[in-house]
């Protein structure tokens, strides 16, 4: 009987390493860290073998010859150390007193957030937001106010009017907006003007603010100082152009191409009519040898121009396939047997390399 004992406590033993490891997960559903019975509930089950050399002990038996109530005082200090440098210590502590671990509260005439005391911040007239009030966003509760500041994760967001500040979603993040200033993320946005900001519908990783000669272009928040408002074309969520420049973000890129003429083929090619070039951000280039007429997507980044054949690496290189019969080339399926996507009349090819027959 007493070796079956010691079997069993010995093999749920062994799960304790991992648990103790994976016990963070135990708190990553939303507001987790703040229920009373899921804290205390979590830590109770991590100090299982506690209670297990505690049993033992109460019936006199012993661990392989050791001393019972010796293993639980052993295994309390462990936990001791592991709940003190993992932060559960002070998570109990805080859920005891009412105080959030996370988020935004009010306890006692004091503000918190994520357990740290907002010293500035008015209890009476404070008001922390939710999801709910801003179409759900989870951005909307890093957000609160009283009657002199606007905070941001439990800072206070510098040059704000109070009295005249609001919550908007456009595009599809939140933005603060007062009669002068725009905020995102909790810092203004330089040169945005409220009363005309707005993100570009399909690609709000860009923006634009004001009219006529006083328009200006964001990109990711920050404005796009040589962008000509006017002439600016949205591409996609990182390329845009106007007629003397095209940019990767905020970053003129590929000199030497057209930007009348310059349009996407797909996320990795781009052509003018005197050219085809490789979208690799700042790396973009000329693809030398590809005539953009003749230009033509296969699938799988393998395109045709005439008679040759290149594969795009993605955010990587452009190769061109050498001995590669280009009449007869078709990008198929992966097809287990052979390992292969490509194919021409004499061979199998994968993500651009040649496989031997």
Not at 48 to 64: D, M, N, R, S, T
Not at 259 to 278: G, Q
Not at 303 to 328: N, P
């Amino acid at each position: 009987m007493k070796l079956a004992i010691n079997i069993i406590v010995t093999f749920a033993l062994c799960w304790w390493p991992l648990i103790l490891m994976m016990s963070p997960m135990m708190f990553d559903a939303p507001d987790s860290e703040n229920d009373k019975s899921i804290v205390i509930g979590g830590l109770l089950f991590m100090s299982y073998p506690v209670i297990l050399f505690l049993l033992l002990g109460l019936f006199g038996a012993e661990f392989y010859g050791i001393n019972s109530w010796r293993l639980a005082i052993i295994s309390a200090v462990i936990l001791a150390l592991i709940f003190t440098v993992f932060g559960y210590a002070s998570m109990v502590s805080n859920v005891m007193r009412g105080i959030p671990n996370s988020g935004y509260g009010v306890v006692d005439g004091q503000v918190y957030y994520n357990a740290r005391p907002i010293k500035q911040a008015d209890a009476a007239s404070f008001h922390a937001f939710q999801r709910e009030e801003f179409g759900y966003l989870h951005s909307a509760q890093s957000y609160a106010k009283d009657h002199q500041h606007l905070y941001y994760q439990g800072n206070v967001v510098a040059n704000v009017d109070i009295t005249n500040v609001e919550g908007k979603v456009l595009g599809s993040n939140l933005y603060w907006l007062t009669d002068h200033t725009v905020i995102y993320q909790g810092t203004v946005i330089n040169g945005a003007d409220p009363q005309s900001f707005q993100p570009f519908k399909q690609y709000t990783s860009w923006a634009s603010s004001g009219t006529g000669d006083d328009k200006h272009i964001f990109y990711q928040h920050q404005r796009l100082e040589q962008a000509d408002a006017a002439t600016f074309e949205i591409l996609d969520h990182s390329y845009a152009k106007d007629r003397q420049h095209i940019y990767y973000g905020l970053t003129p890129i590929l000199e030497e191409a057209d930007p009348i003429h310059f349009m996407l083929l797909d996320e990795y090619v781009a052509r003018d009519e005197d050219a085809v070039y490789f979208l690799n951000g700042t790396d973009s280039h000329r693809i030398a040898l590809a005539t953009p007429q003749e230009f033509t997507a296969l699938g799988r980044n393998y395109y045709k121009s005439q008679d040759r054949i290149f594969y795009i690496e993605a955010y990587q290189a452009v190769h061109v396939l050498e001995g590669v019969d280009a009449q007869t080339f078709e990008v198929t399926d992966y097809d287990s047997e052979t390992g292969s996507d490509a194919r021409d009349a004499q061979h199998w090819y994968l993500s651009g390399e040649r496989i031997a027959r």
